[in-house]
Nanobody, 115 residues
Framework: QVQLVESGGGLVQAGGSLRLSCAAS????????LGWYRQAPGKQRELVAH???????NYADSVKGRFTISRDNAKSSVYLQMNSLKPEDTAVYYC?????????WGQGTQVTVSS
């Protein structure tokens, strides 16, 4: 079992920045991938950025150059620095872990970008 607790998010004007944090606990050594997804109203949940088991990173094309994923292994945490935010980045952001063929999700945190 893996537990994920997110923090951060909120309301920001277009062009602004936010930082999301996710603390993982439980069977963290079995985590294969760890990262962030988002879901906007009326849309499917989509990958934003994640670390693979090999340590490489993947980003959605829509956030490349603006968002940066990072992690602190000592704190079992992953972060998402979001810069140059756009109204279309408005969504609920979820921390995600894939471990032993199971998807784990955080509770989600709302990010709203006003124009």
């Amino acid at each position: 079992q893996v537990q994920l607790v997110e923090s951060g998010g909120g309301l920001v004007q277009a062009g602004g920045s936010l930082r999301l944090s996710c603390a993982a606990s439980g069977s963290i050594f079995s985590i294969y991938s760890l990262g962030w997804y988002r879901q906007a109203p009326g849309k499917q949940r989509e990958l934003v950025a994640h670390f693979t088991s090999g340590g490489s990173t993947n980003y959605a094309d829509s956030v490349k150059g603006r968002f940066t994923i990072s992690r602190d292994n000592a704190k079992s945490s992953v972060y998402l620095q979001m810069n140059s935010l756009k109204p279309e980045d408005t969504a609920v952001y979820y921390c995600h872990a894939f471990s032993r063929s199971v998807d784990y999700w955080g509770q989600g945190t709302q990010v709203t970008v006003s124009s």
